[in-house]
């Protein structure tokens, strides 16, 4: 007998409810199993959603009726010591403009809406259910169901879809990812600051619905990550993000950075005033392309956070355009597949390939020395600290005749105990990872 759904998508985050608004738009029965009470209610992100244009392919100016904040016309990247700020802010006239760039959004409020797009598209929501495994075809090895924890829980399906977030239990059943790596994984801590809209406008310089992503490198000695500051309408989103390793090793609790690094003297006035009302953890996975195992086999695709696809490159921490990227080249998979007929689920390649011909893969192989670069002790602590001395000796003026910029560089360098040659070596290897 076949089974009654086509497609059973477990997970509806951003992955999940892509994979089942672009299956359901096929033509297929889709099944979204999300374990929450509502899609979104347990997800976590900054958020800067920076897949604006991506998901104007998939619903055009989603912006009109999707639950989003702030369109970014402002990005700020900060490097921090502890005490010191270096800027670099750039605004564009062209983010401000449809499709835009990106957006700030509010998880569990766009995750209910994407979800809700899905089914509007035909695809059947469960909430409240927790998947607990897969059914296989044991004459076939192939996958073909999910375990749900309820009675008589067992669902058949001709193609199951795993989003089901970081801790990829689905992928790790059927031996697609490696058991988790504290070097390979981050947490992130969360809060939601609450803030009046014209103070908040004011204090960011913020005009209309324009918003602003602050990211930071540094500042948080022992720790290997970085922090985020977004505006919302009427509140700010402030986190730190930190390498499970890292945290191991410093004995630091998560709590106690976030604390700190809203402390910092070039943070603490932006949240002034502000009243905290939401806190979350969650963590994401950073191995980058060198992380990502296989993402199919027979009945089965991962797609998102549960395939390990998150850009963090210092510059760029992106996992939700990632998400919806995947989740539509699985959806698409399982269409062609299931629409030649037979045993469909058999051959998934076409998926793999999707993604290596699409951004999704083909950004993280492009970045893929990124992840471990940017952890470096020299790029986390070592050259902030050095750009700051160097900073703070060009612009303070003394009643004295002053030195030369780059006699102030060498004389850094030599108290860092660092050659010309090595930072010269530094900076190539960091251009060479980020800029080529
Ligand atoms: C602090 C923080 C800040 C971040 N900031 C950003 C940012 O600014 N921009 C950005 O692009 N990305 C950001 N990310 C990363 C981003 O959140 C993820 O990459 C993205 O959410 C991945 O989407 P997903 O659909 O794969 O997984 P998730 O969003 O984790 O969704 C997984 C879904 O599966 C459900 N689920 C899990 N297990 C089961 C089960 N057994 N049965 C049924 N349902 C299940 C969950 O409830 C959830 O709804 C951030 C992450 C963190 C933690």
Redesign the pocket.
Known sequence: MAPKYDVVV?????????AALTAARAGLAVLL????AY?????????????SRLLHQLIPEFWKQAPVERYVSRRVLNVLTETDQIALSFRSESFTEPPYNAW?VL?PRF?RWLASEAVRAGATLLTD????GLLWDPSNRQVVG?K??RPNGDIEASVVIA?????A??AREAGLRPPADPHQL?????EVIALDRAQLEDRFHLVGQEGV?QEYLGGLPGIRGGA?L?TNRESL?I???AQIASLIESRQAPYTLLERFKTHPAVAPLVRGGVVVEY??????EAGYDGIGEVWCPGLMV?????G???NAGIY????????G??IAAGETAAAVLAQGGPGGQNLRRYRELLEERFVLADLRRYRKAPSLVMAPEWQETYPELAAEVLRAVFTVHPTPRAKAGAIVGEVLRRHGRSWWQAGRDLWRLWRVLGR
């Open positions: 477990v997970g509806a985050g951003p992955a999940g409810s892509a199993i999300e374990r929450g899609p979104g209610a347990k997800n976590v992100s900054g958020a800067a959603f920076y897949g700030t998880r995750d259910t927790v998947v607990d999910v749900t924890r989003c089901d977030g970081v801790n239990f689905l981050a947490l992130g801590v969360k992503v985020f977004y989103s986190g730190v993000i979350a953890a969650h963590m994401i996975p797609a998102g956070d549960a395939a696809l998150v850009l921490l992106e996992g939700m355009n990632f998400a919806i995947s989740g």
